[in-house]
């Protein structure tokens, strides 16, 4: 069940920090839309963050995905949940096919490469190793999906990825969202 809620994190903090990156990189720093700085402190939030972004910014963006993606201190940072994903998989080698094995240390190559160069050293290649990763999570994924055998082992990673995801897309939700009312239709 660790296995999977891991992965499916690890997935949820790379989605959002490509997502950030690319709006803020396009945004000018007097037009930045309000949901910015929401999807801001929740890629904040969701990958261990102090809670202290600043919305609205532009720098905190950026600071924000760097937090996310590079701090080796932070538990649910990117380093952190791949240092889980590789414990929860040793836990499990028996059950793991060796494509596994392949995709996830790529995946962990390549969190060392970005912790280690940072985010604001050449955003062109943040984004490129941005969607290596995507697609080494998802290498594993369809590994896992079409190739473990449907057993306990498979039951319980299936259930911890589909309930990390349940919860990621509901704090997503509820960030972006929030309770701000909503027009009122009019009959």
């Given at each position: 069940m660790v296995l999977g809620g891991r992965l499916e994190r690890a997935e949820v903090v790379v989605?959002?920090?490509?997502?950030?990156?690319?709006?803020?990189?396009?945004?000018?720093?007097?037009?930045?839309?309000?949901?910015?700085?929401?999807?801001?402190?929740?890629?904040?939030?969701?990958?261990?963050?102090?809670?202290?972004?600043?919305?609205?910014?532009?720098?905190?963006?950026?600071?924000?995905?760097?937090?996310?993606?590079?701090?080796?201190?932070?538990?649910?940072?990117?380093?952190?949940?791949?240092?889980?994903?590789?414990?929860?998989?040793?836990?499990?080698?028996?059950?793991?096919?060796?494509?596994?094995?392949?995709?996830?240390?790529?995946?962990?190559?390549?969190?060392?490469?970005?912790?280690e160069e940072g985010v604001r050293a050449d955003l062109g290649r943040v984004r490129d190793q941005l969607d290596r990763l995507l697609g080494d999570l998802a290498s594993v994924s369809g590994v896992v999906h079409e190739s473990m055998v449907r057993g306990p082992g498979w039951y319980l990673l299936d259930a911890g990825r589909r309930l990390e995801r349940a919860r990621r897309q509901v704090e997503v939700l509820t960030r972006m969202v929030g309770d701000r009312p909503g027009p009122v239709p009019e009959d």
């Open positions: 989605r959002l920090a490509r997502s950030l990156l690319e709006r803020a990189e396009q945004e000018s720093l007097r037009d930045l839309p309000a949901w910015l700085g929401d999807l801001g402190l929740t890629l904040d939030r969701i990958a261990g963050g102090s809670g202290l972004a600043h919305s609205g910014l532009a720098a905190s963006a950026f600071e924000v995905v760097e937090g996310a993606l590079c701090d080796q201190h932070r538990w649910d940072g990117l380093p952190g949940t791949v240092s889980q994903v590789l414990t929860a998989a040793g836990s499990a080698r028996e059950l793991l096919a060796m494509e596994i094995w392949d995709g996830l240390g790529r995946l962990r190559e390549t969190v060392q490469h970005l912790a």
